[in-house]
């Protein structure tokens, strides 16, 4: 307990420091990587790929946040990995379940194995705008002036990568093939074609009561989702048997918006992990405006109608559909994908 509070206090502590030192000299200048990066550009000129070495990056999630935000976290070290040509190296989710149910990171080097192993170097990196084209190359340089060295570079906590939808496919590989998919429990019909939504509420309440500044960016009405639906059911020109199901938190009474519609189930009580899954394996995902949702949006092989007015992007693929702020989309993109889908 006093560990987990201390390690709360740093990250607290680390971020406040590297909000003050954005745009200022500590930004790069309180760092060892950055510097010797200078100097091997003054006295070795040294640039280009760094062919030959043996290179890791890792983000440790932010254990004090949800499994949302870690799955950031962690997906801007598994992005960045790829993206500077070095090998990616994983750190566990904050809890043993969400990392057994992810299998994330089944077949992949441990960080922690490198921070015990002393023959490697170990780096942290600057925060990046990672939306910034001369801040990225920085990082390269970087990466580029540790040639043919053995380096494990730290990516600073909760180092941003605002697309988040660059490694989809990727994700979806990893946790379709992850061993706990032979564990799954599905409460879904396989005859049916089951809409689940994701209602983000609880901690998004609590914003709102506090009068957080940041909370209408992330709230959505019933009124929008139960918009959505609606649209959904309407492009369902092909004969299909429906199943709805609404992962959130309260009561019933908290979403009278649905009872228009028939066979709702309302998944109020459903744990973090098994709504997950269930979000995944939907056919039709409805999601939130939160990373709960995001990122089984960014796994499922079903079809996802997602809010356009969103921080991170979304696959430019079809079975991605993008709804306005008052739920309304493009039906005939939904309809065209169904038939796609189910057998006439």
Known sequence: MKRNLYEKLIIKLRGRFLDLARNTPFQYGAYASYWHYRLQK???NSSGPARGSVQYIAQKPNYSAGIGHQLANWNAGYYFAGYYQVHF????????KWEALLGFGENETTAHSLLKDRSFKKRRLPRFNSEKKEEITLI??????????KVFFLLEQDQGYMEQCGTAASLSKKFFMAAARQENKLFYDPRQ?????HIRRG???SMKQSNKSNWEQRWLNNDYYA???KNVLAALSLPAKTAIYIFS???ENDFPEFKQFNGIHYCLDVNAYDSFVHLVYADILISSKSSFSYKPALISKGIKICPADFWHRYPGCPDFILAADDGNFDGGELAKELKKRIPV
């Open 249 to 251: 938190q309260g009561h």
């Open 203 to 205: 901690d998004i309440v």
């Open 193 to 197: 074609l089951n809409i689940a939504i």
């Open 227 to 229: 918009a959505v639906l």
């Open 140 to 149: 390269a340089n970087i990466i580029a002036s540790y040639k043919k060295k």
């Open 42 to 44: 003054i006295f070795n």
């Open 89 to 96: 190296a994983h750190f566990p989710f904050s809890g043993k």
